[in-house]
């Protein structure tokens, strides 16, 4: 299987169908997620909690990989997260950078960088315009 299908099919059961256990059959058990909080790895029971969590405020509709670079040992992609926001059934569209590297099929490192700011705004959490007014000096709060 290509990397990039094994993440396709880590977004849809994952993310898509908000199955949180599946994360067992896709993550190692001594693997880390970096990039998804700062300055802190998760590790995968703590994994389940981040995507509960957050699947807790979305409905994923869909992930795209917009764009993809594959080696033998690694996949780095651009993704997008379609999604519905569960208060208001808004729209909400977050993109990202991933990179994970795989090994007897599952993932054994993982380095992430979303765009939360973009994310939390449409969730209504951060003002819009939040990362505007603070390249002006100013404070959202």
């Known amino acids: 299987m290509k990397y990039v299908d094994f993440l396709a099919a880590w977004y849809d059961q994952v993310m898509v169908q908000g199955n949180v256990e ?3 059959q896709f993550f190692d058990s001594g693997a880390e997620a970096e990039g998804l909080i700062t300055n802190m790895s998760i590790a995968k029971n703590d994994f389940k909690e981040f995507v509960t969590a957050l699947l807790s405020m979305v409905e ?5 990989i917009d764009r993809s670079f594959e080696t033998p040992e690694w996949l780095a992609a651009v ?5 519905e926001n569960r208060t208001n059934m808004e729209e909400v ?5 991933v990179m994970v590297r795989i090994e007897n099929g599952k993932i054994v490192e993982a380095f992430n960088q979303f765009d939360y700011i973009s994310c939390f705004e449409q969730l209504g959490y951060l003002p819009q ?11 959202v709060f």
């Open 129 to 139: 315009d939040t990362l505007a007014t603070c390249l002006t000096g100013d404070s």
């Open 93 to 97: 569209k977050a993109s990202g950078m």
């Open 60 to 64: 994923v509709k869909s992930v795209s």
């Open 22 to 24: 599946m994360i067992d």
């Open 79 to 83: 993704v997008t997260v379609h999604a």
